[in-house]
């Protein structure tokens, strides 16, 4: 019933800048929250980045400064700005929404496929 589609991974140097995107469709009302979360090797997925359907932000420690949430509530759509990139950032990188479906009146939590973020040189 929703999909989210995600974009914008691959290898990048030390220093370097990517921008992921991610987009959500099928049976939307509403998108509250969106988020990105990351998983590196044989570590726990981690939130990385959130942002509230007025623009509210929320970014963990270690990207403070560096990362950037941004999203378009018309076309359902959040973006991760990522600059500075470090060899510690490699992960895969997953969005996730609370998606509230009018025909169910409830909030759901939906997740992206992944998509690949390697910092190296």
């Known amino acids: 019933q929703v999909q989210l589609v995600e974009s914008g991974g691959g290898l990048v140097q030390p220093g370097g800048s990517l921008r992921l995107s991610c987009a959500a469709s099928?049976?939307?009302?509403?998108?509250?929250?969106m988020a990105w979360y990351r998983q590196a090797p044989g570590k726990e997925r981690e939130l990385v980045a959130i942002?509230?359907?007025?623009?509210?932000?929320n970014y963990a420690d270690s990207v403070k400064g560096r990362f950037t949430v941004s999203r378009d509530n018309a076309k359902n759509t959040v973006n991760l700005q990522m600059n500075s990139l470090k060899s510690e950032d490699t992960a895969v990188y997953y969005c996730n929404a609370q998606i509230y479906q009018i025909a169910t009146r409830k909030t759901v939590g939906y997740w992206g496929q992944g998509t690949q973020v390697t910092v190296s040189s």
């Open positions: 099928g049976s939307i009302f509403s998108i509250n929250f």
């Open positions: 942002i509230s359907s007025g623009g509210s932000t």
